[in-house]
């Protein structure tokens, strides 16, 4: 009999400004700072697959949301756990802005990182400090700007066209187009080439009536804009935890396989990697 996979639950606390170290499928132990705790999930996207639920502030700009926590107690915080961890000697691989919703939605991201700089070059010198982003907000100059001052931007691709967009992330109503948010990553990888791109490939249970991206020809899609980006890396994986809505099942390890190996042959390039 075909056993569905187990899923994990979210061990993180949402009102947590900063969580771990994790042992991170792609980041290996990764110290995570979470903008948008408290509150409920703040976001500019609704992905069908996402492990916090549903989004409580569905939102297209920073402006849309009123209760973003100021800059000095999420620095506090790293600064404590950064502490803690330099003094129980505990190895650290990267430190990571990524939370219960967008980081870069956060009106105080600059700010927040360029603090966040000078702590790890106090107790982890050498340490990346990364972005998990779902690409979204790339076109606000205080964004771009910010981002490029990470060390390392994993930026949201898993669609190909408009119509999955739409129905598999499910944007606020003033997010641009996919194409729009396509032409965003390139200028962003040919400023910095320091973009990756992160793949989620998941089925669908109901692919009738609910979306997914795992045929063929949405991979193709996928493949032709991660072409004209041209990343350092695509990341493909698969649905780990809980998802937000019921219809979302991950795809066997040997698809994914082969998914990658898809892409790499559509794009003429050894860019796309697992992560189980
Ligand atoms: S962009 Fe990330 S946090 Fe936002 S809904 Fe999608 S998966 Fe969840």
Redesign the pocket.
Known sequence: MDRKPELRRVVRKKNEMVYGPVLSRRFGSSLGINVNFGGG?T?????V????GR?VHLVSSASEYANWERVEPILKAVETQLRRLNMEDRELNSITFS????STLYPYIQEALRGVKKLRNKYYPGVQVGI?T?S?MIDCERVFEALMEFDSIVA?LDVGSQETFVGI??PAKRIQSLNEIVNNLIRLQEATDRVTLQT?IFKSTDPCTQPDNAGLEEIKLIAEKACLIDPKEIQIYTVSRHP?ESFVEPIKAYYLRETASRINNLIDKKRAFLYL
């Open positions: 999930k976001c500019s996207f609704d992905c697959y996402c492990q916090y989004t939370g219960n919703g967008e998990l779902n979204s949201k992330n499910r989620l937000s």
